[in-house]
């Protein structure tokens, strides 16, 4: 029997347990303290932390959990089928990379399944034995060893070290001394001294260790099917996801370090900051502090003004994808939020009209929200609504992430790139949220998807539009309600489970694309590349033909008639052979796929072998290929092991 949300209380770890149990609410308590004292040193909490999340009633339907603690949180689908029982103990084995370099190569020269690494890996056991805590009542698990019996020191270690961290720190919020002595003996060291040398060796590998696992994110591309630019003046837009994507790579680093650092690999931007330096007080002021729940649909100028001199020497073009981390950390984040490198490598074309830069604020966006504590990490066990709310948050913050980029963005591409699959959209009123349907029965299209190259900025061209509405406020209006009228007859087509993508809705579908290809040139935002590639695909007769995202350059698709007659598979090639001769890429585009997902730990391999996914393996990784090769949704598939998906759209799969 389903369980409601109402009924399920959800913790720092992002697991669900049922409400009514002592038990399970206690484990939570304890996970909040743990979470307090890792992240907000000494153990003040702050009230722009908020570790439970939620607190509902009524339990009738028991939900288990388990899972391995690591640096203060589960990890593991914790608690579906199999999972450890809160008062039980479990063993699990992982596998466990140990080297502090992996070095550059090919992505799957790297992969540290084999003997032929340079540098061991070995199997780490660990047993979790769940305490009661007479005098707290808290649950705590103790001990983990190397099988050399030595603690694991490394930052680069996986899951596995990060598991006696978190032992270690409980070991050391106990003031009554752990139940089992699991720990590596010291010759010569009694009594008092050993202890004293014991407590000293624990709170330095609380230092050293990471707080949290690496983790990773990813969030796709989109096409605008029709509206893009009339929804920056509250017309309806329709989008949908594409199956290109963003990666983020999230290493966390020891607690003594205190910095950030961003690197957005494809650009070449690799920039470190003191988090301690950052302008917390501004961000922190009661006046300006906004958190993870509030909706912000305007930037605050004092708060970009405070950003500008930790951006003042990050001379690369794309700069503003630092100045929408650096809004969005200072926002989430605290001055006690974990040192880490984020790393972002993306297989979409950066400023082609497919919505890169949503893509990788959705990414940050997630990131941060799951460094923080904030997000409900997926499970078979989230209930659409849960869902809808862990994705509200993601993409609230991506859109203001999309204005540092963009300067005023609609929220069409973040909104797709965090939901997936396809969606109607409009803001009528930017103070307001946007009307999000999601379209059901968006159905297979056969698209080819082209990129001219030729480069363009997304704000520049909003930026004409309005200028033109300005000084033709009229027929620009008249020529934004025709697209506005375009949207809605294709919205009819394309939201009916009825469609049949045979010849006469094809049709249909294929001249609302040519007409508001048309209005789109009376905008201003056409190019003469864009023209070529209509003139090559529409003039061949074997498709229609419009830009997509903001024009002047970047992306253009075509709706394919049927391969019916003779020759027409002919036809096709020889169209793709004259774009590509000219200087442009073509795609098979397959839309409607997944959204914002999340993969924790970042972990590869099959179940019972998993090695982790380290920053230098990702960076190492060989073009686009490789990435996908490596971490793509598709090879790692989804489920309790792989990438999850806060999926609104097949609750009944997740
Ligand atoms: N892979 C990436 N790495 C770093 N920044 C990126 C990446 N992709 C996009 N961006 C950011 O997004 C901007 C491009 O966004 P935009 O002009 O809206 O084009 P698009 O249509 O691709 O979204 C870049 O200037 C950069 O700031
Ligand atoms: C032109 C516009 O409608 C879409 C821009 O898409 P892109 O940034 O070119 O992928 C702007 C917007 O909706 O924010």
């Known amino acids: ?111 540290p399944r084999k003997s032929s690494l340079s540098m061991p890996t070995a199997p780490l056991t660990f047993q979790h034995h769940h305490r009661k805590n007479p005098s707290s009542g808290s649950i705590s698990r103790v001990h983990s060893s190397t099988p050399s019996g030595r603690p694991p020191l490394s930052q680069d270690f996986s899951r596995g070290s990060t598991e006696s961290t978190s032992v270690a720190s409980e070991t050391l919020q106990n003031s009554t001394p752990p139940f089992t002595s699991h720990e590596p ?55 949908a996801a594409l199956s290109l994507r963003s990666y983020l790579h999230v290493h966390h680093l020891p607690r003594d370090n205190r910095t950030v650092t961003l690197h957005l690999a494809d650009i070449d931007l690799n920039h470190t ?54 809004y969005v950390y200072l926002c989430l984040g605290s001055k006690h939020s974990p040192a880490s490198v984020f790393t972002l490598r993306s297989t979409i074309p950066i400023g082609a009209g497919l919505g890169s830069s949503a893509s990788i604020t959705v990414c940050l966006s997630a990131a941060l929200h799951l460094q923080s504590g904030m997000l409900v ?7 659409e609504e849960e869902c809808t709310r862990q994705l509200k948050r993601i993409n609230d913050w991506a859109f203001v992430g999309e204005m540092c980029i963009h300067g005023n963005p609609s929220g069409v591409d973040n909104t797709v790139a965090t939901g997936g699959k396809a969606v109607l959209f409009r803001r009528g009123d930017y103070s307001k949220p946007p009307e999000v349907k999601r379209l059901e029965y968006f159905p297979e299209l056969p698209l080819m998807l082209v990129n001219t190259n030729q480069p363009r900025r997304t704000a520049e061209l909003v930026a004409a539009v309005h200028g033109l509405r300005n000084s033709h406020p009229t027929t620009c209006g008249l020529m934004l ?32 694309v040519r007409i508001n290809h048309g209005l789109l040139v009376s905008l201003g935002v056409s190019h003469p590349k864009l023209e070529r590639v209509r003139q090559i695909v529409d003039g061949s007769g074997i498709g229609w033909t419009k830009l997509t995202g903001a024009g002047g350059g970047g992306c ?42 999340v993969l924790w730990p970042a972990m590869h391999g099959k179940p019972d072998e998993r090695t982790a996914i380290t920053k230098e393996m990702f960076l190492a990784a060989d073009g686009n290929e490789g990435v996908e090769a490596l971490v793509g949704v598709k090879t790692l598939g989804s489920g309790r092991l792989a990438w999850g998906f806060w999926r609104e759209w097949l609750p009944e799969e997740a």
């Open 481 to 512: 309600d025709a697209i506005d009228n375009v949207t809605a007859e294709a919205m009819m087509l394309l939201d009916n489970k009825h469609f049949r993508p045979d010849d006469s809705h094809l049709t249909r579908l294929g001249e609302l």
């Open 1 to 111: 029997m389903p369980v409601s949300h109402e009924d399920l209380l959800t913790t720092t770890s992002g697991d669900l347990l049922e409400v009514a149990s002592p038990a399970n609410r206690k484990r939570a308590e304890s996970e909040v303290s743990r979470y307090y004292d890792a992240h907000q040193e000494p153990s003040s909490s702050s009230p722009d932390s908020h570790p439970l999340l939620d607190v509902g009633n009524n339990n009738t339907t028991p939900v288990a959990s388990g899972g391995a603690v690591v640096g203060g949180v589960l990890v593991g689908a914790g608690g579906g089928a199999g999972g450890v029982p809160p008062t039980g103990a479990a063993t699990t084995t992982l596998p466990v990379l140990q080297r502090r370099d992996s070095g550059r190569g090919r992505a799957r020269e790297l992969l």
């Open 273 to 326: 900051w003191d988090i301690e330096s950052l302008p917390w007080d501004y961000f922190n002021s009661p006046a300006k502090k906004r958190i993870h729940f509030d909706t912000v649909t305007s930037l605050d100028p004092e708060l970009l003004e405070a950003l500008q001199p930790f951006l003042a020497s990050i001379v690369n073009k794309y700069h503003s994808a630092a100045t929408a981390f650096l």
């Open 377 to 383: 990490r997926p499970s078979a066990k989230l209930f």
């Open 556 to 597: 253009a698709f075509s709706v394919l008639k049927p391969l019916q007659m003779p020759g027409d598979e002919a036809k096709k090639l020889k169209v793709e052979a004259t774009l590509e001769e000219e200087g442009m890429v073509t795609y098979e585009a397959t839309l409607g796929g997944d959204g914002v997902g």
């Open 185 to 239: 003996s010291v010759p010569g060291l009694t009594g008092r001294t050993r202890s004293l040398s014991r407590t000293r060796s624990l709170s330095y590998m609380k230092r050293m260790e990471p707080e949290l696992p690496d983790f990773m994110v990813s969030a796709p591309a989109k096409v605008i099917m029709y509206g893009e630019h009339a929804v920056v003046h509250g017309k309806a837009a329709i989008a």
